[in-house]
Each structure stands twice: as C-alpha cells, then as structure tokens.
C-alpha cells in the first residue's frame, strides 16, 4: 500500500490551527520522549491530553485511559506506541472525530494511515510532532 504525509503547507495548517493535542502512549517518565514531546507541546500553547492506561497524572495533567474519555474534541492524536498497536488508536481518532492522526518518528503502519485517510484525517506517519512545529510554525 502506497502511503504518504501530508505537504508542508498542510502540516504548518493543522500545527498553526490546532488547540488540543492527545499525546497518545505519554509515559510519566520525564527521560521519556513522549513526555519530552508533551512538554514541549505544552509550552507552545497546545493544551495537551495525555493518554496511558495506568497512568493517572503526566506533566501536572489528568491521564486519560483512552481517547473517548477525553472531554473536549482533539485536533490532533499524536501517538507514541509501537506500529502494531497504531490500528486501534487509529480506530478510535476516527470514532470521536478528532482532526488528524501523527505517528511519531520511527513509527510506521500503513493499515493505520488507511483507516485515518479513509475517514477524512489527515495522517502523518514516521514524523515527530517537535521538530515539525519547529521547521514549520513561525
């Protein structure tokens, strides 16, 4: 299956517009990249969900089990968790209507991206949220 990301001009549009943010798979562990990128999300202004199962508070935030139990809509799932387990969170962005579906860096699954474009979300695959804000988002 063919699979690509989104344009830079589309990816500097969904940073710019978007206000919330669900870190999917944000460990509590501060020498953790995806809290690391929660961090940094946060101190650009996003309001920022963290999603983990066990966790219950991550970066002074409520920990949220998964992506329903979020009160408010989501702009973007930015996701930290292994390729294979990316379908299901893929399902779920689409089932509360978030606005886009980022697989962080290293993380690639073509069944994912299909399930987000199918339903109208842009997806970006192999692509760290960070720098991406950091290149495109003046």
């Known amino acids: 299956m063919n699979w690509s ?19 999917y798979g944000c460990s509590p562990k501060e020498h953790r990249t995806s809290h690391q990128i929660a961090s940094f999300l946060i ?12 966790a219950v508070t991550t970066l002074g935030q409520k920990a949220y089990p998964d992506l329903a139990s979020i009160p408010e809509h989501i702009d973007i799932v930015n996701v930290f968790r292994r390729a294979e387990f990316t379908p ?16 962080q860096q290293g993380i690639i699954n073509p069944e994912s991206w299909k399930i987000a ?5 842009p997806c970006l695959m192999d692509s760290c949220i960070a720098v991406m804000h950091q290149l495109l988002v003046r």
């Open 5 to 23: 990301n989104p344009d830079d001009a589309t990816i500097a549009r969904l940073l710019k517009e978007a206000k919330t943010i669900a870190v």
């Open 43 to 54: 101190s650009r202004g996003y309001r920022v969900y963290p999603v983990h199962p066990k």
């Open 88 to 103: 299901e969170v893929a399902r779920q962005a689409v089932a509360i209507g978030a606005g886009a579906l980022w697989l």
């Open 117 to 121: 474009t199918d339903a109208g979300l």
